[in-house]
């Protein structure tokens, strides 16, 4: 099986995986930057970064890459810094804008005052429909099997064909891919590119803590639950003490409130429990996975990732 071109717009990704944007701060410059050079997108997460932060990332992504390569960044809607975390990526001329967690209608017009694609995660074909009517270059379709905040609990296989039928525009499928028979699986369904997260986590490049590299290689697939997200979706995540406590109604609530999402149940603080994990603290902070993560089995370097999609996808 030859491996299809994935273009955006303007943009031109020689090979069609998108890897996903993972906060807080899993994906950041250095992990965007090495997939952005083995010809794939590169997502650097926004979400729980200040303003200048967000710069400094993108400006240190541009220079790993020597300026060559596609960049984009990820934001949640429901984070009460979103307008202003995709204006900022914006002026820094980012080549994409990817938002999931909520619907935005502010997206498109950033996009088209600065000239940059836009990007939305969806899970319908409604939401699919009105993407492309806004303006949106592409969009991505994540199924069940995404890590992190869901839009849906349908697989990805179910939805994906359907709104692949409805729509004009590119389509990503995001949610269980973690290898390049996935890959190819999803691509002959008709998408177009493939979104991949937990793979990238599980990578050198990676700004996971080593402890969560190591935890993520040590769960088993009954490991795996969802959550309630203080964000108001469920959350899937890797069953440890946090995400216990979460699940029989005792996570700690928050004590001090950054008030960083437009509305929280307050349920627990997300963006310090993610930050915890993020650190390696693998007890007490909240670890988001994909439904597949389980099968990852080795820490790698972006580009023998890279490699081995290719050379799985070529005996197909």
């Not at 932060?53 to 984009?72: F, N, P, Q, S, V």
């Not at 609990?153 to 973690?178: H, T």
């Not at 969560?212 to 203080?230: G, R």
């Not at 004590?255 to 007890?283: W, Y």
Request: hydrophobic letters at 45%.
């Amino acid at each position: 099986m030859k491996l299809p071109v994935l273009k955006i717009g303007k943009l031109e990704a020689q090979v069609p995986i998108i890897q996903g944007g993972m906060a807080i701060r899993l994906s950041t410059a250095r992990l965007a930057a090495a997939v952005a050079k083995e010809g794939g997108i590169g997502l650097i997460a926004a979400s729980g970064m200040s303003f200048d932060e967000l710069r400094k990332e993108i400006r240190l992504a541009r220079k790993l890459t020597d300026g060559k390569g596609i960049i984009g960044i990820n934001a949640m809607f429901a984070a009460r810094e979103f307008l202003g975390l995709i204006t900022t990526a914006a002026q820094e001329k980012i080549d994409l804008i990817v938002a999931g967690a909520g619907f935005s209608r502010d997206i498109f017009a950033v996009g088209r005052q600065y000239g940059v694609e836009v990007v939305p995660i969806v899970s319908s074909v409604k939401l699919a429909k009105i993407s492309e009517k806004l303006g949106a270059s592409a969009i991505i379709v994540e199924g069940t099997e995404a890590g992190g905040h869901l839009g849906t609990q349908q697989s990805i296989k179910e939805i994906l064909p359907e709104i692949v039928n409805s729509v004009n525009i590119p389509v990503i499928a995001a949610g269980g891919a973690v290898c390049g028979n996935d890959v190819a699986d999803l691509l002959k369904l008709g998408a177009s590119g493939v979104q991949m997260g937990s793979r990238f986590a599980a990578s050198e490049e990676s700004n996971a803590a080593p402890a969560l590299k190591e935890f993520y290689l040590k769960m088993t697939k009954e490991d795996i639950v969802q959550i309630d997200s203080p964000v108001g979706y469920k959350g899937r995540a890797i069953r440890n003490p946090f995400a216990q406590l979460s699940l029989d109604n005792k996570a700690p609530k928050p004590t001090v409130c950054d008030a960083c999402l437009k509305h929280c149940t307050h349920s627990f603080c997300i963006i310090r429990a993610l930050t915890r994990a993020q650190q390696g603290d693998v007890e007490h902070g909240l670890v988001f996975t994909g439904a597949n993560m389980w099968k990852i089995k080795e820490i790698l370097p972006v580009k023998e990732i890279f490699r081995r999609i290719k050379e799985d996808i070529a005996k197909i």
